[in-house]
């Protein structure tokens, strides 16, 4: 048997009224109530009205409660990322406002409402608002209504499963994104116009290929194993082999024009030497450690008689120009980079490069009582502590010293302390303040994973905390990625599908973001039983006055 959804929502509205005017025989607080189910089942019946279809007579009626007091519904209908029509209706009752936003819309559609497959295709984003009550939105997804929050659709339950498929799609945006002809990486994709830009970034495609590698020995596919040496051999041809600043890497080339940018940075060079090292553990050719040893080498280089470094050089108006503001991040990649160089090579000289930069760390922590700033970044901004983490971290895996250990989980608790951790407050529930970028929460996710795995294996008693806080931002993280469910307005949302949305000011993916979310969630996916790791309930019930 079907009922029509006009009908659920009438009778529903009479039952609401008697219980208003005659006394409910029983009114259950608001703690013991669990609104998710009538909630949805409110949203799916909302999109059951605008596209006039029967409503299930098995769907509890008490969960699709239809309420009078002044409604203002207004509707858009999307078809491939574009605005196809919208309409709005205001009545005293949410089912005749709901007919009147739809017949509005029906009298403005921009496309032919007789186009079977248009029709089909198009998604109804839906924002209802009773008066004296906050609005809320719907939007349409395969013949359900999902809940809206800003243009995101909220994520309430995270599994294994869900991880599982986040990382696949991090992994295909990235081939998908990859430039064919020099297999490179650019540094930014624009979801708005489709636009990658012209000019390839060496520090975004050693990222990239970092987390290809990693994902590769996970769950081979023949495909990616065709494409590594090929970006592998990008990186070599963007390696200085000139006189001056010999291993460096070049910071970019324009695809257009062949122009490698005359600038060379430790961080391209840092993070292109942890992405040579995988090269060479996974193949053990000797090209990939060479090229990692000379960048090393042009590394002690640049490093400065207080233990602190210069940032890069760039080349303008024929003389190498210094950057050498501190910068916590770039002296937190060298060292690093160094102390991963002296695990694989035992070459002394790079165990006494990391020391110098690491004590540097280790005494602006005690200065800032352990969150540390620079004059890079605001003085909120968690990255550089985030960064001294992963730094110290590595450079105990050398050294194996008791107050590096000490100073570097006090710097994970002063991350810690800043995670967002309301779950009423959906939006923000897990990611960390000063921070509202997915790179930045993507990085403190794949630290935290790093040092919880670290600390698993080395027996330290510190380490649940850490583990559990990576389970809140991957939350965040995977409603913050664009997903089939969440790109119906963006007409290239479709190749933006497996990105984390660069913040809710930019529709764009930062490459490096996703390089940071999808090796946070391989090493979490890693570190979990398979199953149900966090549900978070809707704490505001939508069908009751």
Not at 25 to 35: C, E, G, I
Not at 200 to 220: F, H, V
Not at 246 to 256: E, I
Not at 397 to 416: E, F, G, S, Y
């Amino acid at each position: 048997m079907k009922i029509h959804p006009c009908e659920v929502l009438q009778s529903l509205c009479l039952l609401w009224v008697g219980c208003f005017l005659g006394g409910c025989a029983r009114s259950p607080s608001v703690s013991s109530v669990d609104p998710t189910g009538s909630n949805q089942a409110l949203r799916d019946v909302v999109i059951s009205q605008l596209r006039d279809r029967p409503v299930p007579a098995e769907m509890p009626a008490s969960s699709t409660l239809a309420r009078s007091g002044g409604w203002r519904v207004t509707v858009k209908f999307y078809v491939n990322g574009q605005l196809q029509g919208e309409g709005e209706g205001s009545q005293p009752v949410l089912v005749e406002a709901l007919d009147d936003a739809r017949k509005t819309w029906e009298a403005n559609a921009h496309i032919d409402r007789s186009d079977a497959q248009a029709m089909r295709q198009g998604r109804f984003y839906v924002t209802l608002q009773r008066e004296g009550a906050s609005a809320f939105s719907v939007v349409e997804f395969q013949g359900k209504g999902l809940e809206v929050v800003g243009d995101l659709v909220a994520v309430r339950k995270l599994d294994t499963d869900r991880l599982d498929r986040q990382v696949e799609a991090g992994r295909d945006y990235l081939l998908r994104i990859l430039d064919k002809d020099k297999y490179a990486f650019f540094k930014r994709f624009d979801a708005t116009t489709g636009a990658g830009g012209a000019r390839l970034r060496t520090i975004y495609t050693a990222s990239s290929l970092y987390t290809l590698l990693k994902r590769n020995r996970q769950k081979k596919n023949p495909e990616l194993e065709e494409l590594l040496p090929r970006i592998a051999g990008f990186l070599l041809s963007m390696q200085s082999q000139g006189p001056e600043h010999r291993g460096a890497f070049y910071y970019s080339l324009n695809k257009d024009t062949g122009e490698k940018e005359p600038s060379f940075v430790v961080g391209t060079a840092s993070k292109t030497i942890f992405t040579l090292l995988e090269l060479y553990r996974d193949t053990k050719n000797a090209e990939y450690l060479a090229s990692a040893k000379e960048a090393g080498d042009w590394l002690l280089s640049m490093r400065k008689p207080d233990g602190t470094i210069v940032n890069s050089v760039r080349l303008t108006d024929g003389r190498w120009v210094k950057n050498e503001k501190f910068s916590t991040l770039y002296l937190g990649q060298v060292v690093s980079a160094l102390s991963r160089l002296y695990g694989v090579t035992k070459d002394r000289r790079y165990l006494q490069g990391a020391e110098a930069g690491a004590t540097v760390l280790l005494r602006r922590a005690e200065k800032m009582n352990d969150f540390l700033r620079d004059d890079f970044r605001a003085p909120a901004d968690p990255i550089p502590t985030t960064w001294a983490v992963q730094s110290l971290l590595d450079f105990h895996k050398i050294t194996n010293r008791p107050d590096v250990r000490d100073v570097c989980l006090r710097c994970a608790r002063a991350v810690l302390a800043r995670q967002h951790t309301d779950p009423s407050n959906i939006a923000d529930f897990g990611r960390f303040e000063g921070t509202h970028a997915t790179s930045g929460n993507g990085w403190i996710l794949e630290v935290f994973m790093e040092l919880y795995r670290h600390a698993a294996d080395a027996g330290w008693p510190e380490r649940e905390p850490f583990r559990a806080a990576a389970i809140r931002v991957a939350r965040w993280l995977v409603q913050n990625a664009y997903s089939p469910e969440n790109t119906y307005f963006l007409p290239h949302g479709t190749k933006a599908v497996g990105g984390f949305i660069r913040s809710y000011r930019e529709e764009s993916v930062r490459t490096d973001a996703v390089c940071h979310g999808i090796n946070g969630l391989m090493l979490l996916r890693q570190s979990v039983s398979p199953g149900v790791l966090l549900t978070v309930p809707e704490t505001v019930s939508l069908t009751r006055p």
